[in-house]
């Protein structure tokens, strides 16, 4: 167990607490899927700067499911906080959690056509960070320190050695 698996630990615990607390309120309330607030964010999304690829998905695609989508988003950064947290298919929520975090970029981030090079990255710095989060985890080894899958697979290999020697000892 290596300070660099153990920083790797720690951020992918923080990064799952992070995603815990934004599903919170809205798995366990009902304005954002029920209430409207998924609506009004998309709105705002739309009036503050998607960028244009994104803005005809926006109001085509997601709008009219967006009760829908709701729902998808809540639990999805529910699951991909119990994953990171603890430990158990940490790359395929990365994947998801990339994903996301790209899809809000583009979703909102677009500083405008006449930006300097700077801007789209200085402009979208919050989903970036987690962008870049759930890369690492997708080419690292994220479950190798605190994680209950590797619990599990000691505890797995530690009873499949008992089992061992005591059928070569009877």
């Given amino acids: 167990m290596t300070s660099n698996s153990k920083a790797l630990a720690g951020l992918r615990i923080a990064v799952g607490m992070l995603f815990l607390i934004f599903a919170e309120y809205k798995v366990f309330g009902s304005q954002f899927t029920s209430g409207g607030k998924f609506q ?6 739309l009036e503050d700067g998607a960028y244009p690829f994104m ?3 926006l109001k085509n695609f997601v709008l009219p ?9 809540a639990y999805g950064e529910l699951a991909i906080g ?13 994947v998801c959690g990339l994903t996301y975090m790209l899809t809000l970029l583009f979703a909102s981030n677009y500083p405008g056509p006449h930006a300097a090079f700077w801007q789209y990255f200085g402009g979208s710095l919050d989903h970036l960070v987690l962008a870049f989060c759930f890369a690492t985890f997708m080419v690292s080894n994220p479950e190798e320190v605190l994680s209950l899958s590797t619990y599990l697979r000691r505890c797995r290999a530690t009873r499949e050695d008992r089992t061992r020697s005591l059928a070569v000892n009877p």
């Fill in 65 to 73: 499911h967006a009760r829908s989508i709701a729902f998808v988003v």
């Fill in 82 to 94: 119990f994953a990171l947290v603890f430990g158990i298919l940490v790359r395929p929520a990365s």
């Fill in 55 to 57: 803005a005809p998905v």
């Fill in 40 to 45: 009004y964010w998309i709105n705002r999304f």
